[in-house]
């Protein structure tokens, strides 16, 4: 990967080229996203498995691949402002943003049985992040570190949930409570061989890995270089969006297609795969310092991004309980949630300057 795109090459760049480069990388993302879910879940039709299984972990571990492989590498190359950052602020972005969105634009279902037991998935695993996260301050000061220990103990729960999460699917009272994507864009699977499948789904592997590459010296240089900026509050709106941009184009589809109902599971199963997948990918490549070199202050990321957070989760699992009593979201849910969201992001670059 790095004889291919080199670091150097984006060294000295200006400002245009280096924006141009990012908004590049964000549309080669999204489509190596979309070709490894299509591969992976015709593959998963051809041998057999079930579309609850495909819609609970081969989807939505895709449409958080570009999340993984931008937080993974940024870790491999040192900056883990930008790992943790990018984990956190994808977060952020999907529960206020896309759902805020999603909220205004639709009514959106509310199914109980999966809300109520992915809903405390969704908040407990962002309140494990956040109390290891100031555990480890408080506990070791300037060395504090997600160590690789945290990244198995992540990936080992992500493991645990999508058993659970199957189990639940086939416990639903009324069958499947969700899919990502339309059962005839599943079947079509069927159509294709094995082998174009798996040239589909390698070659969508292949792009997520080169975009993210290029995207995160890309955007390390904008930071460093002409913005002044910590990497830390990049990730957590440039490239957090830009890796969100799945689950936002899924979340719009589903509207316009009349499935207002996957854009809600999308986004808690995004959720919760960006604390157990991305972040415990990430810590498990390296351990990622928590606060930045040459201080012993707390950063930006222990008073805004850990709090907002879990801010916008709280809330969110506030309107789930009121909506699973209702049946549906109120369209107003969705105002304080894009309004936090839009103050994160200003608040992120005041402060930094």
């Known amino acids: 990967m790095q004889h291919l795109i080199p670091q150097e090459f984006f060294i000295g760049l200006p400002q245009w080229a280096l924006l141009l480069f990012t908004v590049v ?10 070709w490894l879910v299509d591969g992976a879940s015709g593959l998963a ?28 590498l940024a870790a491999w190359s040192g900056q883990p402002g930008l790992a943790l950052g990018n984990a956190i602020g994808s977060i952020v972005a999907d529960s206020g943003l896309i759902f805020g ?33 100031y555990g480890s301050w408080l506990a070791m000061g300037n060395d504090a570190v997600l160590g690789r220990w945290v990244g198995a103990l992540f990936l080992l729960l992500l493991v645990a949930y999508l058993y ?50 290029m995207m995160i010296l890309s955007v390390a240089e904008l930071a460093e270089a002409h913005w002044h900026v910590p990497d830390v509050v990049i990730a957590a709106t440039l490239v957090a969006l830009g890796t969100s941009l799945p689950e936002l184009i899924i979340g719009i589809t589903s509207i316009l297609k009349g499935h207002n109902e996957l854009l809600v599971g999308n986004v808690i199963g995004a959720d919760i795969l960006n604390v157990l997948f991305v972040v415990g990918a990430s810590a498990a490549a390296a351990p990622l310092p928590l606060l930045e070199q040459g201080t012993s202050v707390p950063g930006i990321l222990f008073y805004l991004h850990l709090p907002t957070m879990l801010l916008i989760l709280v ?12 049946g ?14 839009i103050l994160y992001t200003i608040l992120q670059y005041a402060i930094s300057r």
């Open 101 to 133: 969105l999603g909220c205004v634009l639709a009514v959106l279902p509310a199914d109980a049985y999966v809300l109520k037991r992915q809903g405390r998935v969704q908040v407990g695993a962002a309140f494990l992040l956040a109390a290891i996260c």
């Open 328 to 341: 549906s979201f109120r369209r107003w849910y969705g105002i304080p949630l894009v309004a936090i969201y």
């Open 164 to 213: 659970v999460s199957v189990k639940w699917s086939r416990e639903h009272p009324h069958g499947e409570p969700f899919q990502i994507h339309e059962e005839a864009d599943v079947e079509s699977g069927a159509r294709r061989s094995v082998g174009r499948l798996t040239v589909i789904g390698l070659a969508g592997l292949l792009l997520v890995l080169l975009a993210s590459r």
């Open 25 to 34: 990388a964000a549309a080669v993302l999204i489509k190596g996203a979309d």
């Open 45 to 72: 039709y051809h041998f057999g498995i079930s579309k609850i299984i495909v819609g609970a972990t081969v989807v939505s571990l895709g449409t958080t691949s570009p999340e993984a492989a931008v937080s993974v």
């Open 315 to 326: 809330l969110f699992r506030v309107f789930i309980h009121f909506a699973c009593k209702n």
